[in-house]
Structures are given as C-alpha cells and as structure tokens.
C-alpha cells in the first residue's frame, strides 16, 4: 500500500508539471518553429546547426521544468517533504527526455540528415542531458530537506516568547491597553487628583470651553504642556499646534566603512576607475556559493564599466577555467554614497546566472534562474561602502561554439549594473569612475 504522504507529493507533481506544459509549451513550439524559419531563409535548412539549436531549446525546456516544480514545491507546499517528491520527478524526467530520441531523429529526417553517426550523437547528447537533470534533482532536493532541517532546529531551540513576531505583538499590545486606560473618561477624576496635589500645576479638562464664536478649545496645562489647540473662528478657523517629538520608525542604515572624516584623519586615498576581479572555478554545474575554493585561478583588475556583454568575462583567459565549466566571478570595490538615502541597485544578466549584491556584508539581492532582471533598494548613510558583485556562470562549451559561434557569439557572461541614488531621476550604469578602490 502506498504511503499516503508519498501518494499526496506524486499528485502535486503531476499537477505542476501539468501547470509548467500549459504556460510554457507552446512558446516552446514558437521558438522551435522560429529556429527553422531562421535557417531556411539563410539557405542553410540541411544542417546539423539547426537541429542542434532545435534539441537546445528542447533542453532550456526541461531544466525550466525543474526548476518551476522544485521551487513551487519550496515556495506553496512546504509541508511537502521534497525527498519524496524526488522519484516522481526523476520518472517524468525520464520519460520526457527519452520522447527527445525519436524527436531528435525525425528532425534529421526532415534536414536530410538521418546517417547512423548523426543519431547517435544526439542519442548520446540527450542521455547526458537527462543524466544532469537527475544530478540537479538530487541535489536540490537534498539542500531543501537540509534547510528545513535547520529551520526546526532553529524554531526547536527558540522559547515562545524569544520569539520576535510575539515579543512585537505583546509590546503593540501592551502601549494599546495602556493607552485605552489612559484616555477612559473613568481614569480622569483620579489623574486630576493624582497630579493636583502634587505641585507640578497639571491639569487635565475634559469639559468644552467656548471662545469666540462657540469654538472648542482643548487645552492640556501646566509646565509639561504637550500639546495646544486653539480653533477660533475669529481667525479663519486656523488650528495651532505644538506637537511633542513624534518617535519614528527606525529604518536599516548600513553604515559606510569610512565616512569623509575618518578619510581626512586616516588620509585613506581611493582611487577610481577599476574593481578587483576574482574567479573561482567550481566543481560541478550544481554547486553553490558554500562550494567556493578558498583561492581563485584568476585574480586581477576589472578596469572597465561594471558591464559585459561577451561569453566570458575575460576571453583571452578562458583555457584558465576551461570550457563547459562552471565558475563564479567576485567584484569588489568601494562605493562613494555622496548623501544618505535610499539607493536603488538594477541588475540585468543572462538568464541563465546567478547573481548576488553586497554592500557593507549585507545582501541587497540575489537573482534566481529564468529572472534576468532584478532590483534592490538599501539605505545608505553618507561615506564609502564597500560593494561585493558575484555573477555565478558557465563557460561555453566546444560543440556550441563549433556551431553556434558560426552565426552569433552566445553571450554567456553578459551583464549591467545601474545604481539609481536618491537625487537621480533615473538609474544610470555603474561605471568605472564610481568604482573606488583604496591606494596601498
């Protein structure tokens, strides 16, 4: 008998994948069908070329899959144990892939292409990519399960009343009780008698007084007066007002690392125009930033505009992390805040990637896959930060370049970072000029 649990997880897989086929697969079609239109009016229908970009897409597909059902799962069934979940979304997986067999072949029928060597190649091409998705699936059901497991632990170790969502409630609650007993008319005979005798002269009237025309006066006496209100037709009807101090709600500043000040009495020097630039390989296409070596295989300087539109962010250095690897990019630099405010971060970059931003140690934002543009807003206090920028990307690999590099460069690496400061009208690029880096 099955488990009930294990049964409830299949189910849901099932309707999710259903729900990623009816929002996505016919734009996946439209792709396919513009591939070939593209080949045909460039005279180049017989070729490999066109079927591989074909299968590519059909690939693009499938890892969306995955990543829409793990992350609804994540994000909408919670309770859902993932690790159950696993089986089923690894057997539809294999089925959907191996659909691409004889997919792949009647496309090289069609471009007249149908020999032994080509059908093998594509059936060897698919089975790798159904091998990775099986590898994907695994490991992001094992990091999900891992931090729920933290989640409890965290929760387990907390009392109820550590708790800061009821440590909040229970102080809301408290400042509205006392301040309901305190206006209560009940309250009022008690408070006169209380402080009248006392000889600070305070005097609280809850009696209409009238002046001028009939005008409501309400007026609260005696050395700590607070507040006056004096509505008197006489004079337009104008209210006049001595509010006490309003306490306002404290916002998250990040504080620079070194204010104007502290530059001047340190003659720290920052110089601008370049970034430091460090590229960690990694040793699978799954890992994460936990996964990051201690020391990089490429460190040097980014002297351009925090913006790149190529298939590596440094081309003539690519045999140093190899191709069809995975590998993170870390800019650092210093960034000068010439007022406090709030300040808007804009990234857009391949969709593919992944990204995050730090300023001061703090995450602004982090990217997910299939999202190419984001944005972050943070309050900056005036003085210099110091900003972290990681892109996390795959080089190209040599049966894409071999083909795909014929017609157009896949810019793999492409990306653009605006900042929006709070006396701008619109976000501009960060360029070079506004990246600082201090002078040893």
Known sequence: MKNPQKNDCENVVELLVKDYSAKFRSDLGRKISSISADFINQGLFN????????????????????????????????????????DKLVAILETEYKKLIPFANSL???????????????????????????????????????????????????????????????????????AALLTSPLWIPFINKLFGGSGNGTKISTTPETSGESSPVIDVTGPNNTLTIDHDSRRSKQVRAKPVPLVKKEETLIEPEE???????????????????????????????????????????WKRDL?????????????????????????????????????GFTIQHHEDNGCMLKIGGV???????????????????KGFHRIEFWLGALTEEKWLKKWEGIFSERSLAAFQVKVLTPDAFDAVPLTKEMMLLKKE
């Open 47 to 86: 070729s490999t070329v066109m079927v591989t970009k074909q299968m590519g897409a059909e690939f693009e597909y499938l890892d969306g899959l995955v990543n829409y059902v793990i992350g609804s799962l994540k994000k909408d069934f919670g309770h859902i144990p993932l690790g159950s979940c696993k």
């Open 108 to 178: 090289l029928v069609k471009a007249g292409l149908a020999n032994q060597a080509s059908l093998d190649s594509f059936q060897r091409r698919i089975l790798d990519e159904l091998e990775k998705a099986n590898e994907k699936v695994e490991i992001q059901c094992a990091i999900a399960e891992k931090q729920k497991a933290a989640d409890r632990e965290k929760i387990k170790g907390k009392k109820w009343y550590q708790s800061r969502t009821i440590q909040a409630a229970l102080i809301t609650g408290g400042f509205m009780l006392v």
């Open 259 to 301: 204010t104007e000040a502290d530059v001047n009495k340190l003659k720290t020097v920052y110089e601008p125009g370049a970034a430091l630039l460090e590229i960690f390989k990694l040793k699978g296409h799954e890992s994460s930033l936990e996964d990051i070596p201690e020391l990089p295989v490429i460190r040097t300087y």
């Open 307 to 343: 913006t790149c539109s190529s298939s590596f962010l440094l081309p003539e250095r690519l045999a140093e992390v190899g191709e069809g690897s995975a590998y993170v990019g870390k800019f650092s630099f210093y960034y000068e805040a010439k007022q406090p405010g709030k300040y």
């Open 363 to 381: 995450t602004i934002m982090e990217t997910a896959l299939r999202k190419p543009i984001c944005q972050g807003v943070c309050n900056l206090e």
